[in-house]
């Protein structure tokens, strides 16, 4: 797997660290819902910072300002969600930064194994699932998942 992965790597690992990339710019710039979430955020701050001006004022009455600061509050409450939902890409620079290390440990890593190398293992995967008797999944850190076919061997 290794050794497949250091021949290849300018196709699979360079490639999705460009492909993540630029959909986090994309999600970063000028997300339109983002846009819509953080003015009805702040509307509705200006909204219940009015209703506490009225109600410090005197003019509204004390259970008519404290139901609709209750009214506020819960859209706020719901906004705020709405919008850590849209923040939810920051898992994705969290995924970009743990393939740039594999990346990098496979390309200042040796040429080509020959033998099983315990640390460059540990470093490089995060799971192995036996599939089969002849296949296996390994999935690396960073999220991407490579099968390797194994060669019957005799009985």
Do not use: W
Request: with cysteine; glycine share 6%.
């Amino acid at each position: 797997m290794y050794n497949k992965l250091k021949l290849h790597e300018g196709i699979i690992l360079k490639p999705t660290l460009v492909q993540l990339r630029s959909l986090n710019d994309a999600l970063q710039r000028g997300n339109p819902a983002m846009l819509e979430v953080n003015k009805a955020i702040a509307a509705a701050s200006e909204q219940s910072y009015k209703v506490n001006t009225l109600r410090s004022k005197g003019l509204l009455d004390e259970a008519a300002c404290s139901a609709k600061l209750l009214d506020i509050e819960a859209k706020l409450a719901g906004l705020r969600r709405e919008r850590r939902r849209l923040l939810k890409n920051e898992d994705i620079e969290e995924v970009m930064d743990t393939l740039r290390q594999t990346a990098d440990i496979i390309h200042s890593g040796p040429k080509q194994l020959g033998s099983f190398d315990e640390a460059l293992f540990a470093d490089l995967v995060e799971k192995i699932t036996a599939e089969s008797q002849t296949c296996i999944r390994f999935r690396l850190y960073g999220g991407i998942e490579l099968v390797e076919q194994l060669r019957e061997v005799g009985r």
